[in-house]
Antibody, heavy 116, light 113 residues
Framework: EVQLVESGGGLVQPGGSLRLSCVGF????????MDWVRQAPGKGLEWVGR??????????HYAASVKGRFTISRDDLKNSLYLQMNSLRVEDTAVYYC???????WGQGTLVTVSP | DIVMTQSPDSLAVSLGERATINCKSS????????????LAWYQQKPGQPAKLLIY???TRESGVPDRFIGSGSGTDFTLTISSLQAEDVAVYYC?????????FGQGTKLEIK
């Protein structure tokens, strides 16, 4: 059974940093693209960023709203995905989910709250 | 980016009746190399993460009741709940995952009439 377990969320002040982690179970990260998706309170689903697979050179893509502030990385040996979030803003407050090939549904997410 | 537009924004249906949610993409989500439609549907209940219902436009995820039916091709897709149950009250999202970035519809809120 595929499972994704996100962690690392919490309360941080504007301008601060957090690092999120996602560990995958029941499948190998290797051939898959991995994504971060977020959902602000009461809002819809918003794609944050992607790291492609080894065959596609681990290329990274970001939403315009986080480009230059967030960095995605992966460690296929650990079946893990990461999101380094710097210069956090109030509007980054959301539940963050990791996704496989863009598809959600295997994780519970981790809540990031950015507040003074 | 591919824009996903759902209709209606909200819907009220009687128990046991059919519910239909539409999703239109601004360009085709068909991947020609494998002839698959890269379209998924999710259900989200309050306080819960989104649950994957359908992928490849019409393939039900394991454990999803067969009253949930995905259909469509190209740019027009439909999620049908054949006989609405009380536990189906939720917000439903469509999503394309054919190109980067994957994009979501705005959501359709389904309620009981």
């Amino acid at each position: 059974e595929v499972q994704l377990v996100e962690s690392g969320g919490g309360l941080v002040q504007p301008g601060g940093s957090l690092r999120l982690s996602c560990v995958g179970f029941g499948f190998s990260f290797n051939p898959h693209y991995m994504d971060w998706v977020r959902q602000a309170p009461g809002k819809g689903l918003e794609w944050v960023g992607r790291v492609t697979n080894r065959d596609d050179s681990y290329t990274r893509h970001y939403a315009a709203s986080v480009k230059g502030r967030f960095t995605i990385s992966r460690d296929d040996l650990k079946n893990s995905l990461y999101l380094q979030m710097n210069s956090l803003r109030v509007e980054d407050t959301a539940v963050y989910y990791c996704a496989r090939d863009g598809i959600l549904g295997w994780g519970q997410g981790t809540l990031v709250t950015v507040s003074p | 980016d591919i824009v996903m537009t759902q209709s209606p924004d909200s819907l009220a249906v009687s128990l046991g009746e059919r519910a239909t949610i539409n999703c239109k993409s601004s360009q085709s989500v068909l991947y020609s190399s494998n002839n698959k439609e890269y379209l998924a549907w999710y259900q989200q209940k309050p306080g819960q993460p989104a649950k994957l219902l359908i992928y490849w436009a019409s393939t039900r995820e394991s454990g999803v009741p067969d009253r949930f039916i995905g259909s469509g091709s190209g740019t027009d897709f439909t999620l049908t709940i054949s006989s609405l149950q009380a536990e189906d009250v939720a917000v439903y999202y469509c999503q394309q995952y054919s190109v980067t970035p994957p994009t979501f519809g705005q959501g359709t809120k389904l309620e009981i009439k």
